[in-house]
């Protein structure tokens, strides 16, 4: 399509569609395997849902100065889920992104 465009795409688990875009050679794909110098390993949590752990996860990392990405396995839903946020954090920013958004919406929420 077009020659001098270059499209980063950052995924936490291997996605069939880039995999598959990458092996047919539709897409090129680099791996960066080593974080930066300064980088906190990553904690992931695996459990049943309870709001009480998610109140405490972030305040944790609010306290810390740091920033969340609640990630959602689909985007039915999602509105549910930053009304709950909203009601435990009012004072916390909160934006949506996912890529059915129109390219505008999703480049100033990925920007924001």
Excluded: C, W
């Excluded at 306290?63 to 959602?72: C, T």
């Amino acid at each position: 399509m077009k020659t001098s465009v270059d499209v980063l795409t950052l995924s936490a688990t291997p996605i069939p569609r880039t995999l598959y875009m990458s092996i047919s050679g539709v897409r090129e794909m680099s791996l960066i395997t080593t974080p930066p110098p300064s980088r906190r390993p990553i904690k992931t949590h695996i459990g049943a849902f309870n709001e009480g752990i998610i109140r405490t996860a972030i305040r944790n990392e609010l306290d810390r100065g740091g920033q969340i990405f609640y990630v959602l396995p689909r985007i039915e839903g999602m509105d549910k889920v930053v009304e709950m946020l909203q009601k435990m954090f009012p004072s916390l920013r909160i934006d949506v992104a996912h890529g059915q958004m129109p390219e505008g919406e999703l480049e100033s929420a990925m920007l924001g």
